[in-house]
Protein backbone atom coordinates (compact mmCIF):
# COMPACT_ATOMS: atom_id res chain seq x y z
CA UNK A 1 0.00 0.00 0.00
CA UNK A 2 1.14 3.16 -0.90
CA UNK A 3 1.33 5.93 1.75
CA UNK A 4 -1.56 8.31 1.18
CA UNK A 5 -3.71 5.40 -0.72
CA UNK A 6 -7.34 5.47 0.25
CA UNK A 7 -8.70 2.63 2.12
CA UNK A 8 -11.34 0.37 1.40
CA UNK A 9 -14.33 0.79 4.11
CA UNK A 10 -15.68 -1.98 4.71
CA UNK A 11 -18.57 -2.68 7.95
CA UNK A 12 -17.69 -4.13 11.11
CA UNK A 13 -20.02 -6.89 10.39
CA UNK A 14 -18.24 -7.98 7.80
CA UNK A 15 -15.00 -7.78 9.24
CA UNK A 16 -16.16 -10.20 11.73
CA UNK A 17 -18.10 -12.80 9.68
CA UNK A 18 -14.62 -13.13 7.76
CA UNK A 19 -12.16 -12.80 10.77
CA UNK A 20 -9.99 -15.40 8.60
CA UNK A 21 -9.21 -12.57 6.34
CA UNK A 22 -9.70 -9.55 8.08
CA UNK A 23 -6.22 -9.59 10.29
CA UNK A 24 -4.00 -9.25 6.96
CA UNK A 25 -4.01 -5.52 7.25
CA UNK A 26 -0.65 -4.04 8.77
CA UNK A 27 -2.67 -2.35 11.44
CA UNK A 28 -4.67 -5.65 12.88
CA UNK A 29 -1.11 -7.54 12.56
CA UNK A 30 0.31 -5.12 14.48
CA UNK A 31 -3.20 -4.60 17.35
CA UNK A 32 -2.52 -8.53 17.92
CA UNK A 33 1.32 -8.51 17.90
CA UNK A 34 1.04 -5.95 20.37
CA UNK A 35 -1.54 -8.05 22.45
CA UNK A 36 1.04 -11.02 22.70
CA UNK A 37 3.91 -8.50 23.89
CA UNK A 38 1.55 -7.29 26.42
CA UNK A 39 0.84 -10.79 27.63
CA UNK A 40 4.44 -11.99 27.73
CA UNK A 41 5.57 -9.15 29.60
CA UNK A 42 2.82 -9.32 32.06
CA UNK A 43 4.25 -12.73 32.55
CA UNK A 44 7.86 -11.75 32.82
CA UNK A 45 7.35 -8.82 35.11
CA UNK A 46 5.19 -10.92 37.87
CA UNK A 47 7.76 -13.43 37.44
CA UNK A 48 10.56 -10.94 38.27
CA UNK A 49 8.54 -9.64 41.47
CA UNK A 50 8.37 -13.09 43.04
CA UNK A 51 4.90 -14.53 41.54
CA UNK A 52 3.97 -17.64 40.31
CA UNK A 53 1.87 -18.50 37.34
CA UNK A 54 -1.18 -21.02 37.83
CA UNK A 55 -3.57 -22.68 35.93
CA UNK A 56 -7.14 -22.91 36.84
CA UNK A 57 -10.58 -24.66 35.52
CA UNK A 58 -12.26 -22.95 32.75
CA UNK A 59 -15.75 -25.20 34.29
CA UNK A 60 -16.45 -24.89 37.82
CA UNK A 61 -19.58 -25.72 40.16
CA UNK A 62 -22.42 -23.31 40.70
CA UNK A 63 -20.79 -19.80 40.14
CA UNK A 64 -17.74 -17.71 40.80
CA UNK A 65 -19.61 -14.26 41.37
CA UNK A 66 -22.41 -13.71 41.63
CA UNK A 67 -23.48 -10.25 40.28
CA UNK A 68 -22.67 -12.08 36.58
CA UNK A 69 -24.99 -14.10 35.24
CA UNK A 70 -23.51 -17.21 34.28
CA UNK A 71 -22.94 -19.55 31.48
CA UNK A 72 -24.80 -23.03 33.18
CA UNK A 73 -24.09 -26.34 31.46
CA UNK A 74 -24.36 -30.08 32.15
CA UNK A 75 -21.13 -31.55 33.27
CA UNK A 76 -21.47 -35.48 32.60
CA UNK A 77 -24.72 -35.33 34.41
CA UNK A 78 -23.62 -32.71 37.20
CA UNK A 79 -24.95 -29.16 37.06
CA UNK A 80 -21.61 -26.10 36.13
CA UNK A 81 -20.82 -23.41 34.65
CA UNK A 82 -18.12 -21.79 32.93
CA UNK A 83 -15.60 -20.18 35.78
CA UNK A 84 -16.54 -16.34 35.28
CA UNK A 85 -13.24 -15.59 37.33
CA UNK A 86 -10.26 -17.94 38.21
CA UNK A 87 -10.77 -15.79 41.49
CA UNK A 88 -11.98 -18.92 43.98
CA UNK A 89 -8.88 -21.42 42.62
CA UNK A 90 -6.43 -18.10 43.15
CA UNK A 91 -7.32 -17.79 46.76
CA UNK A 92 -7.32 -21.85 47.11
CA UNK A 93 -3.65 -21.48 45.65
CA UNK A 94 -2.32 -18.98 48.01
CA UNK A 95 -3.95 -20.47 51.25
CA UNK A 96 -1.53 -23.80 50.00
CA UNK A 97 1.56 -21.38 50.84
CA UNK A 98 1.85 -20.42 47.08
CA UNK A 99 1.99 -16.29 48.75
CA UNK A 100 1.91 -14.94 45.16
CA UNK A 101 0.06 -16.12 42.09
CA UNK A 102 -0.98 -15.28 38.98
CA UNK A 103 -2.96 -16.82 35.73
CA UNK A 104 -3.67 -15.76 32.42
CA UNK A 105 -7.30 -16.94 31.91
CA UNK A 106 -10.89 -16.70 30.02
CA UNK A 107 -12.76 -14.74 31.52
CA UNK A 108 -16.77 -14.85 30.72
CA UNK A 109 -18.16 -10.67 31.68
CA UNK A 110 -21.18 -9.05 31.14
CA UNK A 111 -24.00 -9.84 28.20
CA UNK A 112 -23.90 -6.44 26.69
CA UNK A 113 -23.58 -5.19 23.01
CA UNK A 114 -20.55 -2.76 24.35
CA UNK A 115 -18.69 -5.84 25.83
CA UNK A 116 -17.62 -9.32 24.91
CA UNK A 117 -18.53 -12.22 26.47
CA UNK A 118 -15.16 -14.22 26.62
CA UNK A 119 -11.97 -12.66 26.95
CA UNK A 120 -8.67 -12.92 27.80
CA UNK A 121 -8.20 -11.63 31.65
CA UNK A 122 -4.76 -11.08 33.75
CA UNK A 123 -5.55 -12.44 37.19
CA UNK A 124 -3.06 -11.26 40.04
CA UNK A 125 -3.19 -12.57 43.63
CA UNK A 126 -0.81 -12.08 46.38
CA UNK A 127 -0.73 -12.13 50.70
CA UNK A 128 0.54 -10.72 53.71
CA UNK A 129 1.12 -11.43 56.90
CA UNK A 130 -0.53 -8.65 59.30
CA UNK A 131 0.33 -8.14 63.03
CA UNK A 132 -2.39 -5.79 64.09
CA UNK A 133 -4.99 -6.26 66.46
CA UNK A 134 -8.59 -5.67 63.49
CA UNK A 135 -9.08 -5.75 59.99
CA UNK A 136 -10.33 -1.85 59.83
CA UNK A 137 -6.32 -0.84 60.91
CA UNK A 138 -4.58 -3.06 57.91
CA UNK A 139 -7.03 -3.18 54.98
CA UNK A 140 -5.60 -0.02 53.26
CA UNK A 141 -1.92 -1.57 53.70
CA UNK A 142 -2.61 -4.26 51.16
CA UNK A 143 -4.57 -2.15 49.07
CA UNK A 144 -1.97 0.57 48.90
CA UNK A 145 0.66 -2.72 48.34
CA UNK A 146 -1.66 -3.87 45.25
CA UNK A 147 -1.84 -0.20 43.85
CA UNK A 148 2.37 -0.20 43.89
CA UNK A 149 2.69 -3.30 42.42
CA UNK A 150 -0.45 -2.05 39.61
CA UNK A 151 1.27 1.33 39.13
CA UNK A 152 4.35 -0.36 38.39
CA UNK A 153 3.28 -3.03 35.84
CA UNK A 154 1.31 -0.72 33.81
CA UNK A 155 4.02 1.85 33.34
CA UNK A 156 6.42 -0.64 32.32
CA UNK A 157 4.24 -2.43 29.81
CA UNK A 158 3.63 1.14 28.28
CA UNK A 159 7.21 1.83 28.16
CA UNK A 160 8.07 -1.50 26.90
CA UNK A 161 5.12 -0.88 24.29
CA UNK A 162 6.44 2.64 22.92
CA UNK A 163 10.04 1.32 23.08
CA UNK A 164 10.36 -2.38 21.37
CA UNK A 165 6.32 -1.87 19.36
CA UNK A 166 6.85 1.69 17.77
CA UNK A 167 6.73 -0.31 14.28
CA UNK A 168 3.51 -1.79 15.47
CA UNK A 169 1.87 1.46 16.61
CA UNK A 170 2.25 3.59 13.86
CA UNK A 171 0.79 0.83 11.77
CA UNK A 172 -2.18 1.43 13.98
CA UNK A 173 -2.39 4.93 14.13
CA UNK A 174 -2.47 4.98 10.00
CA UNK A 175 -5.80 3.12 10.30
CA UNK A 176 -7.20 4.15 13.59
CA UNK A 177 -5.10 7.68 14.49
CA UNK A 178 -4.83 8.03 17.79
CA UNK A 179 -2.54 10.25 20.20
CA UNK A 180 0.10 8.27 22.36
CA UNK A 181 -1.06 7.41 25.77
CA UNK A 182 -0.10 10.37 28.68
CA UNK A 183 1.38 8.94 31.76
CA UNK A 184 3.52 9.57 34.54
CA UNK A 185 6.55 6.92 36.06
CA UNK A 186 4.45 8.06 39.61
CA UNK A 187 0.60 7.78 38.78
CA UNK A 188 -1.91 10.34 39.96
CA UNK A 189 -4.20 9.10 43.00
CA UNK A 190 -7.19 10.53 42.93
CA UNK A 191 -9.53 9.97 46.26
CA UNK A 192 -13.18 9.40 45.26
CA UNK A 193 -14.15 12.94 46.58
CA UNK A 194 -11.38 14.53 44.66
CA UNK A 195 -12.94 13.70 41.39
CA UNK A 196 -16.27 13.88 42.12
CA UNK A 197 -14.97 17.82 43.27
CA UNK A 198 -13.20 17.86 40.08
CA UNK A 199 -16.80 16.76 38.18
CA UNK A 200 -19.06 19.41 40.14
CA UNK A 201 -16.43 22.56 39.61
CA UNK A 202 -16.46 21.60 36.04
CA UNK A 203 -20.63 21.83 36.46
CA UNK A 204 -21.86 18.03 36.95
CA UNK A 205 -23.92 17.44 39.76
CA UNK A 206 -22.85 13.69 41.77
CA UNK A 207 -24.31 11.89 44.35
CA UNK A 208 -21.35 11.69 46.62
CA UNK A 209 -22.95 8.44 47.92
CA UNK A 210 -23.24 6.61 44.60
CA UNK A 211 -20.87 6.21 41.90
CA UNK A 212 -19.93 7.51 38.26
CA UNK A 213 -21.63 6.54 35.26
CA UNK A 214 -19.81 5.97 32.09
CA UNK A 215 -20.42 9.56 30.68
CA UNK A 216 -19.41 10.77 34.32
CA UNK A 217 -16.13 8.99 34.03
CA UNK A 218 -14.90 9.89 30.39
CA UNK A 219 -15.53 13.59 31.97
CA UNK A 220 -13.44 13.09 34.76
CA UNK A 221 -10.68 11.30 32.70
CA UNK A 222 -10.99 14.51 30.48
CA UNK A 223 -10.26 16.77 33.63
CA UNK A 224 -7.29 14.97 34.19
CA UNK A 225 -6.16 15.11 31.45
CA UNK A 226 -6.75 19.08 31.11
CA UNK A 227 -5.17 19.65 34.51
CA UNK A 228 -2.90 17.18 34.49
CA UNK A 229 -1.40 16.38 31.14
CA UNK A 230 -1.89 12.42 31.63
CA UNK A 231 -4.92 9.69 31.22
CA UNK A 232 -3.87 7.39 33.70
CA UNK A 233 -4.90 7.26 37.16
CA UNK A 234 -5.97 5.46 40.43
CA UNK A 235 -9.26 6.74 41.97
CA UNK A 236 -9.37 5.01 45.40
CA UNK A 237 -12.10 4.18 48.20
CA UNK A 238 -15.40 3.98 46.00
CA UNK A 239 -18.69 4.44 47.69
CA UNK A 240 -19.36 1.73 50.26
CA UNK A 241 -23.37 1.13 48.94
CA UNK A 242 -22.10 0.76 44.97
CA UNK A 243 -19.73 -1.05 46.01
CA UNK A 244 -21.30 -3.26 47.75
CA UNK A 245 -24.27 -3.66 45.26
CA UNK A 246 -21.39 -4.52 42.40
CA UNK A 247 -18.60 -6.16 44.11
CA UNK A 248 -20.81 -9.42 44.73
CA UNK A 249 -19.34 -12.00 46.49
CA UNK A 250 -15.45 -11.23 47.84
CA UNK A 251 -14.91 -7.81 48.42
CA UNK A 252 -15.56 -5.60 51.64
CA UNK A 253 -17.17 -2.75 52.03
CA UNK A 254 -15.90 -2.34 55.32
CA UNK A 255 -14.65 1.33 56.09
CA UNK A 256 -10.99 1.98 56.27
CA UNK A 257 -9.93 3.94 59.19
CA UNK A 258 -6.23 4.30 58.20
CA UNK A 259 -7.69 7.07 55.98
CA UNK A 260 -11.15 7.30 56.62
CA UNK A 261 -14.05 7.20 59.14
CA UNK A 262 -16.65 7.02 57.32
CA UNK A 263 -18.97 4.04 56.81
CA UNK A 264 -19.86 5.37 53.62
CA UNK A 265 -16.56 4.08 52.16
CA UNK A 266 -15.16 1.08 50.55
CA UNK A 267 -11.36 -0.33 50.80
CA UNK A 268 -11.34 -0.89 47.32
CA UNK A 269 -10.02 1.41 43.97
CA UNK A 270 -10.40 1.62 40.34
CA UNK A 271 -7.57 2.45 37.79
CA UNK A 272 -8.89 4.31 34.67
CA UNK A 273 -7.01 4.58 31.02
CA UNK A 274 -8.31 7.51 29.13
CA UNK A 275 -11.63 7.99 31.26
CA UNK A 276 -12.48 3.85 30.62
CA UNK A 277 -12.16 1.62 33.78
CA UNK A 278 -9.35 -1.37 33.52
CA UNK A 279 -9.52 -2.41 37.17
CA UNK A 280 -11.79 -2.32 39.59
CA UNK A 281 -10.72 -3.83 43.05
CA UNK A 282 -11.42 -4.89 46.83
CA UNK A 283 -10.14 -6.10 49.86
CA UNK A 284 -10.80 -10.00 49.46
CA UNK A 285 -12.85 -11.31 52.43
CA UNK A 286 -11.55 -14.37 53.34
CA UNK A 287 -13.72 -15.15 56.63
CA UNK A 288 -15.38 -18.31 56.35
CA UNK A 289 -18.70 -16.93 57.96
CA UNK A 290 -18.26 -14.33 56.47
CA UNK A 291 -18.53 -15.71 52.80
CA UNK A 292 -21.15 -17.87 53.78
CA UNK A 293 -23.43 -15.00 54.78
CA UNK A 294 -22.30 -12.84 51.75
CA UNK A 295 -22.96 -15.98 49.42
CA UNK A 296 -26.64 -16.01 50.40
CA UNK A 297 -26.92 -12.84 50.10
CA UNK A 298 -25.53 -12.93 46.41
CA UNK A 299 -28.68 -16.05 45.94
CA UNK A 300 -25.44 -18.65 45.28
CA UNK A 301 -25.71 -22.00 46.65
CA UNK A 302 -23.35 -22.19 49.77
CA UNK A 303 -22.95 -26.07 48.93
CA UNK A 304 -21.29 -25.12 44.87
CA UNK A 305 -18.44 -23.13 47.61
CA UNK A 306 -18.18 -25.77 50.10
CA UNK A 307 -14.64 -26.58 48.98
CA UNK A 308 -13.47 -22.88 48.59
CA UNK A 309 -14.74 -21.99 52.16
CA UNK A 310 -13.29 -25.10 53.81
CA UNK A 311 -9.99 -24.21 52.74
CA UNK A 312 -10.20 -20.87 54.83
CA UNK A 313 -10.90 -23.06 57.53
CA UNK A 314 -8.03 -25.10 57.45
CA UNK A 315 -5.86 -22.86 56.50
CA UNK A 316 -5.76 -18.78 57.06
CA UNK A 317 -8.81 -18.60 59.48
CA UNK A 318 -8.34 -22.06 61.56
CA UNK A 319 -9.25 -20.11 64.90
CA UNK A 320 -13.29 -19.70 63.05
CA UNK A 321 -14.08 -16.81 65.50
CA UNK A 322 -16.65 -14.59 63.94
CA UNK A 323 -14.17 -11.93 64.46
CA UNK A 324 -12.36 -9.67 62.10
CA UNK A 325 -9.69 -9.67 64.18
CA UNK A 326 -6.59 -12.47 65.58
CA UNK A 327 -3.46 -12.23 66.77
CA UNK A 328 -1.80 -13.12 63.25
CA UNK A 329 -4.12 -12.66 60.47
CA UNK A 330 -3.65 -12.82 56.37
CA UNK A 331 -5.26 -10.49 54.58
CA UNK A 332 -5.49 -10.89 50.82
CA UNK A 333 -5.22 -7.98 47.64
CA UNK A 334 -5.45 -9.09 43.87
CA UNK A 335 -6.25 -7.00 41.13
CA UNK A 336 -7.79 -8.19 37.30
CA UNK A 337 -7.33 -6.50 34.01
CA UNK A 338 -8.83 -7.88 30.86
CA UNK A 339 -5.95 -7.66 28.41
CA UNK A 340 -8.25 -7.35 24.69
CA UNK A 341 -9.80 -3.76 27.26
CA UNK A 342 -5.99 -2.72 28.17
CA UNK A 343 -4.98 -3.10 24.13
CA UNK A 344 -8.31 -1.32 23.24
CA UNK A 345 -7.53 1.56 25.34
CA UNK A 346 -3.97 1.70 25.14
CA UNK A 347 -4.46 2.53 21.29
CA UNK A 348 -7.75 4.39 21.76
CA UNK A 349 -9.70 1.49 19.35
CA UNK A 350 -13.37 2.33 19.01
CA UNK A 351 -14.43 -1.37 19.95
CA UNK A 352 -13.27 -3.94 22.20
CA UNK A 353 -13.89 -6.38 19.03
CA UNK A 354 -10.94 -5.18 17.06
CA UNK A 355 -8.63 -6.41 19.60
CA UNK A 356 -10.26 -9.61 19.89
CA UNK A 357 -9.30 -12.79 17.10
CA UNK A 358 -12.49 -14.43 17.28
CA UNK A 359 -15.01 -12.64 19.18
CA UNK A 360 -18.21 -13.94 21.48
CA UNK A 361 -20.97 -11.35 22.16
CA UNK A 362 -24.68 -11.71 22.41
CA UNK A 363 -25.28 -11.81 18.93
CA UNK A 364 -22.08 -13.60 17.49
CA UNK A 365 -20.90 -17.46 18.19
CA UNK A 366 -19.02 -17.74 14.67
CA UNK A 367 -16.74 -18.04 13.07
Not at 22 to 28: E, F, G, I, V
Not at 127 to 146: A, C, D, E, P
Request: proline fraction near 4%; include cysteine.
Amino acid sequence: MQAGQQLAHVNQNTRLNFRYLDPCTPANQGMFSIKCHIKNKVSQFLLSEGFREIKTPEIIAGSSEGGLAAFKLDYKGKPACLAQSPQLHKQMAVSGDFWRVFGIALFTGQRTLIHIDICVNLQVLMLKWILRSTIRSYNMSILMQVMDLVDRLFVAIFDYLNEKCSKELEDIRRQHPFENLKYLPKTLRLTFEEGVQMLKEAGVEIDPLGDLNTESERKLGQLVLEKYAFAFYFRITLSSTYFTAILWLFGHSIPCHVTYDDPNYSNSFDVFIRGEEIILEAQRIHVPWYLEERALECGIDVETLSTYIESFRCTLYSQGSKVFSTAHHLTYGGFGADLERLVMLFCALDNIRNASLFQRDPRRLEP
